[in-house]
């Protein structure tokens, strides 16, 4: 099964997605995870650095996790590791690291 907001907005600015990311973050944080969920897939139709885009994959799979649906997680997870987040500031790749623990 796909995921099922991949392809409902339009493109977007890099600069737009970024502001985008920041309130995807913070629902996140107050635990409003499928708007979390519809922001992320939002700005991640921006052109993004692979980087932005592997932490609005890996935390687009933290909110499905949160959600229950591991499935989505794991899929998101997985994109994300496609993208080799191993350049990632603290030197760990936090989406394979998810993967291996939930998905594996």
Not at 34 to 44: I, M
Request: hydrophobic residues 40%.
């Amino acid at each position: 099964m796909g995921d099922y907001t991949e392809n409902l907005f339009p493109k977007i600015s890099r600069s737009e997605a970024m502001k985008i990311m920041s309130q995807a973050d913070e629902a996140f944080e107050q635990q409003q995870f499928r708007k979390a969920v519809r922001l992320f897939s939002q700005a991640l139709q921006a052109p993004l650095a692979d980087l932005d885009r592997g932490y609005m994959l890996y935390m687009k799979g933290k909110a499905y996790q949160e959600l229950g649906d591991m499935e989505r997680a794991c899929q998101q997870w997985s994109k994300a590791i496609e993208l080799d987040l191993t350049q990632h500031p603290m030197g760990v790749d936090i989406a394979n690291e998810a993967y291996k623990k939930y998905c594996e």
